[in-house]
T-cell receptor, first 113, second 113 residues
Framework: AQSVTQLGSHVSVSEGALVLLRCNYSSSVPPYLFWYVQYPNQGLQLLLKYTSAATLVKGINGFEAEFKKSETSFHLTKPSAHMSDAAEYFCAVSDQGYSTLTFGKGTMLLVSP | DGGITQSPKYLFRKEGQNVTLSCEQNLNHDAMYWYRQDPGQGLRLIYYSQIVNDFQKGDIAEGYSVSREKKESFPLTVTSAQKNPTAFYLC????????????FGSGTRLTVV
């Protein structure tokens, strides 16, 4: 069975600082990996995805993530935080061939001026 | 524009009543899903359907029911058997494989009064 662990339920950064949100997964087969963002009282929006192509994946709003098989990680980064990045971020995994996604518990990103 | 529409956005239910949450998509996606979101618990899968007239239980199906009579529609009924129904409910769809991830609706917040 697949699972996702997001380290830190809350992460606080200053505007302009590096954003690093951690995600580790377990999967019995090479996975598909996703990062989603959720603003208050809204649905989830896809930021980026890894599907066995390049290990460094670039997404929307300046975010990127690197797939590291040896570490079973897919951490999300952004060089410089903006106030508008404050939201909840979810990492998700899907085994190849299966359609359901398993989500982590989410990390709330707080950005201070 | 294609997307997923959930209605209503806010719903109040008296204890002992059944309520139905609507989810409609015009993306021509084969698969549809219902997730429940509670603070600090991430997203938990209730039911999913990969084809019309077929659906499978997710991790927390007790107290819920669904139907999939049309490709575009996947309504969720929260029955009186669900002991703690107050939550944010998210509907999603996908082309059917894990490769693409999901497209989400904007959610329905259900409150038991």
């Amino acid at each position: 069975a697949q699972s996702v662990t997001q380290l830190g339920s809350h992460v606080s950064v200053s505007e302009g600082a590096l954003v690093l949100l951690r995600c580790n997964y377990s999967s019995s087969v090479p996975p598909y990996l996703f990062w989603y963002v959720q603003y208050p009282n809204q649905g989830l929006q896809l930021l980026l995805k890894y599907t066995s192509a390049a290990t460094l994946v670039k997404g929307i709003n300046g975010f990127e993530a690197e797939f590291k098989k040896s570490e079973t990680s897919f951490h999300l980064t952004k060089p410089s935080a903006h106030m508008s990045d404050a939201a909840e971020y979810f990492c998700a995994v899907s085994d190849q061939g299966y359609s359901t996604l398993t989500f982590g518990k989410g990390t709330m990103l707080l950005v201070s001026p | 524009d294609g997307g997923i529409t959930q209605s209503p956005k806010y719903l109040f239910r008296k204890e002992g009543q059944n309520v139905t949450l609507s989810c409609e998509q015009n993306l021509n996606h084969d698969a549809m899903y219902w997730y429940r979101q509670d603070p600090g618990q991430g997203l938990r899968l209730i039911y999913y359907s990969q084809i019309v007239n077929d659906f499978q239980k997710g991790d927390i199906a007790e107290g819920y029911s669904v139907s999939r009579e049309k490709k575009e529609s996947f309504p969720l009924t929260v029955t009186s058997a669900q002991k703690n129904p107050t939550a944010f409910y998210l509907c999603a769809s996908s082309p059917g494989t894990g490769l693409y991830g999901y497209t989400f609706g904007s959610g329905t917040r259900l409150t038991v009064v």
